[in-house]
């Protein structure tokens, strides 16, 4: 059967991509923010299901609120499993454009090839929005996608807690997202994910696909330290028990003893640290930090988790504070499909494109699907290798490139049948 000539819409594309990018602007200095299920995620969700049916497709939402458009296959004979393409649309706070939003985008521009030359494909298409990826306001990230591969039960999804005290379940019925599809009823025949790299390594080796063939192991831990708030100025240093000198001591071992142990491969983030009561003079009586841990192993990714741990009960002692951890997310390394892999190198080479492997330091929800089907994920440069920062570009020649290997994959998976 000869190969569908498909082509990409590809300014539609950009031009989308710049849209959904001013939803949740935020006011100074660029950037948006659309954390998952505030009002400004609904806006960028309503724009994106706007899409979706100005291109015929089946929308359907399921009961953890993430978002499938559907295009029919030529038959419904066969194995009616669908090809998934998929990402996100919720950001982290003061986020780029393109983190998620791309591969979301780039997947109804596939469709929109399909449409564009009325061809049916032979599976069913599938694009999926999946929720709060990044999981800035309630954890664990990946969440939506993590619910959808059975991962986490959904009553237990929507029971989870923000940092901000709502509960995850009312703000998706408030934002009017609490579908009733199950979770999973779409079981994807293959998955794919087109992603920026948010890292420096295409740039730097000037290569235009990244070809992911697995991603690493995240950790992350909330931590408490509770001390005993006094006078900054009356109380000698031998009878401080200082909340906010143990989180800082917390902080260094990370970088100097976690990361240090194995510097190539182990990462430590500690992104938000609060101190209580926060004034001048006072010792903190109460000091709040998360810990992001990752490494593409396993063993050391645990090996980080148990030197951290046993540090926590070192300081407590010689601070005589009390230190309380609380697990937020955890998920080991992923290696994808190899088939898949090989297709999308396959594709970039065909196309004439520069590719090399890789691995992918940050999580995507093709980790998640990976559980129930084959996945794999490309990548395109991301410059200076800046992400979660409203300076996120990746040129539009090069995003055009990571949507034409998303097109000419996805043409000849679904010729495989
Ligand atoms: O944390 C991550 O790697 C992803 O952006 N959620
Ligand atoms: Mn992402
Ligand atoms: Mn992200």
Known sequence: MPTPSLSL??????????????????????????IALTDADKAGRDQVVQWMRDLQ???????????????????????????????????????GALDGCYGVL???????????ADVRPARAIVVGAFTNEEGVRYQPDMMGSLVYAGGLAVDEALDTIGIDGTRLGDELARIGYAGDLEPG?????????LHIEQGPILEAENLC????????????????????????????TRLRHDAGYAASAIVAFLRERVVGAAPE?????????????????????????????????????????KRLADFLVEIARREGVRIDAERLARFEPVVFDAGLVEAIEASARRLGLSC????????????????????????????????????????????VQGAQVLLDVVRRRLLAG
Request: aromatic residues 2%; charged residues 25%.
């Open 106 to 116: 780039a997947g109804l521009a596939i469709v929109r090839a399909y449409r564009d």
């Open 9 to 34: 819409n590809a300014s539609l594309m950009l031009e989308q991509l710049r849209v959904l990018g001013t939803l949740g602007a935020d006011d100074a200095g660029g950037g948006r923010t659309r």
């Open 356 to 399: 090399r492997r890789m691995t992918s330091g940050a999580g995507h929800d093709a980790q998640m699907i990976s559980r129930i089907a084959p996945s794999a994920m490309i990548f395109v440069p991301s410059r200076e290798g800046i992400s979660h920062n409203p300076r996120e570009h990746t040129d539009d020649e090069q995003l």
């Open 57 to 95: 497709l089946d929308v359907r939402v399921d009961r953890i609120g993430n978002i499938f458009g559907i295009l029919p296959a030529a038959t419904e004979a066969g194995d009616r499993r669908p090809l998934m393409i998929g990402s996100h649309i919720d950001s982290v706070r003061n986020a």
């Open 209 to 236: 696909i990244g070809v992911v063939e697995n991603l690493q192991g995240i950790s992350w831990q909330r931590i408490t330290v509770h001390g005993v708030a006094n006078h900054a100025g009356t109380t000698p």
């Open 185 to 193: 009823a779409l079981v994807p025949h293959e998955y794919l994910e």
């Open 265 to 305: 491969t182990t990462l430590a983030t500690t992104g938000s640290l609060r101190l209580e009561p926060d004034v001048v003079n006072v010792i903190p009586r109460k000091a709040t930090l998360t810990v992001d841990l990752r490494d593409p192993d396993e063993e050391r990714l645990r090996t980080a988790e």
